[in-house]
C-alpha cells in the first residue's frame, strides 16, 4: 500500500463524523517529503472549529496511522 492509499485510510476513520455534520475531507496531495494537503468542504469548509478539526481530528488520525507523514496542510 503506497503512501496515498495509507492516507486515504486514514481519513476514513474521521469521514464519518465529520460528514454527520454536513462536511467531508479530501486528500488532495501527498507530497514526496510527507506533506499530506488536505481540504475540509461542505460545513467544514466555513465552520468557525475547522481549524480545531484539522488539527485534532485530521491530523492526529493521519498521524496516528501513517508516521511518514510529517505534516498536514490545508489548501
Given at each position: 500500500?503506497?503512501?496515498?492509499?495509507?492516507?486515504?485510510q486514514?481519513?476514513?476513520?474521521?469521514r464519518?463524523s465529520l460528514?454527520?455534520?454536513?462536511?467531508?475531507?479530501?486528500?488532495v496531495?501527498?507530497?514526496?517529503c510527507?506533506?499530506?494537503?488536505?481540504?475540509?468542504?461542505?460545513?467544514?469548509?466555513?465552520?468557525?472549529?475547522?481549524?480545531?478539526?484539522?488539527?485534532?481530528?485530521?491530523?492526529?488520525?493521519?498521524?496516528?496511522?501513517?508516521?511518514?507523514?510529517?505534516?498536514?496542510?490545508?489548501?
Amino acid at each position: 500500500m503506497n503512501l496515498k492509499e495509507k492516507v486515504e485510510q486514514a481519513l476514513e476513520t474521521v469521514r464519518p463524523s465529520l460528514q454527520a455534520d454536513g462536511g467531508n475531507v479530501e486528500l488532495v496531495e501527498v507530497t514526496e517529503c510527507g506533506v499530506a494537503k488536505v481540504r475540509l468542504v461542505g460545513a467544514c469548509g466555513c465552520c468557525p472549529m475547522s481549524a480545531m478539526t484539522l488539527q485534532n481530528g485530521v491530523t492526529k488520525a493521519i498521524k496516528d496511522a501513517v508516521p511518514e507523514i510529517r505534516d498536514v496542510q490545508s489548501v
